[in-house]
């Protein structure tokens, strides 16, 4: 299983906003940048979030990142049937001097 | 704009070595900002990290797969090489190479990922 601990799947209403949990530890969050990913079915996964709370150039503002000790969050407001993906956070651990991800939350839009 | 695109054989035979190329346009892998990283994801499945280079050559690999890897860079054709040995069919995955300006750092540009198989 993966160092980082993702649900497995989420699901929201279009417009309804919805948030994905990152649990990891001291080895890695809590003293390490976080990223996330959005990878949509059959694509390269796409950075979303950098350095826990940073948006790159042309990520609209709707998805947004914060971290709180060992945890980050993912959010994603307003949502639209074109972010039904999978969501995967990432950092570094310092303890298995390792990139880790997470294990992947598939979101769903009803 | 910068362009990632991974090639290589897209069927290995198990116990053989997998070998993949990097190609990067748009920009040069010797730039002392980035590390190009290998992730690999098994259909279905999550994505994992196999390892990153720095463009002087330094090297930093998945302790889980470290005995097994290599990874290298060749600054005149602006490529960065994976080599897997002893593969098995469980490691039947796709291969994306990936940019990061720091180990922790988020991976900003990915390639489209090539479909390796492994099997006899």
């Known amino acids: 299983q993966s160092v980082l601990t993702q649900p497995p799947s989420v699901s929201a209403a279009p417009r309804q906003k919805v948030t994905i949990s990152c649990s990891g530890s001291t080895s890695n969050i809590e003293n390490n940048y976080v990223s996330w990913y959005q990878q949509l079915p059959g694509t390269a996964p796409k950075l979303l979030i950098y350095d826990n709370n940073k948006r790159p150039s042309g990520i609209p503002s709707r998805f947004s990142g914060s971290k709180s000790g060992t945890s980050a969050t993912l959010g994603i407001t307003g949502l639209q049937t074109g972010d039904e993906a999978d969501y995967y956070c990432?950092?570094?651990?310092?303890?298995?001097?390792?990139?880790?991800f997470g294990g992947g939350t598939k979101l769903t839009i009803l | 704009q910068l362009h990632l695109q991974e090639s290589g054989p897209g069927l290995v035979k198990p116990s053989e070595t997998l070998s993949l190329t990097c190609t990067v346009s748009?920009?040069?892998?010797?730039?002392?900002?980035?590390?190009w990283g290998w992730v690999r994801q098994p259909p279905g499945k999550g994505l994992e990290w196999i390892g990153s280079i720095y463009y002087s050559g330094n090297t930093y690999y998945n302790p889980s797969l470290k005995s097994r890897v290599t990874i290298s860079v060749d600054t005149s054709n602006n490529q960065f090489s994976l080599n897997l040995s002893s593969v098995t069919a469980a490691e039947t995955a796709v291969f994306y190479c990936?940019?990061?300006?720091?180990?922790?750092?988020?991976?900003?540009?990915w390639g489209q990922g090539t479909l390796v198989t492994v099997s006899s």
């Open positions: 990432a950092t570094w651990d310092n303890s298995l001097s390792a990139v880790v």
């Open positions: 748009g920009g040069s892998i010797s730039s002392s900002t980035y590390y």
């Open positions: 990936a940019r990061h300006s720091g180990l922790g750092r988020g991976f900003d540009y």
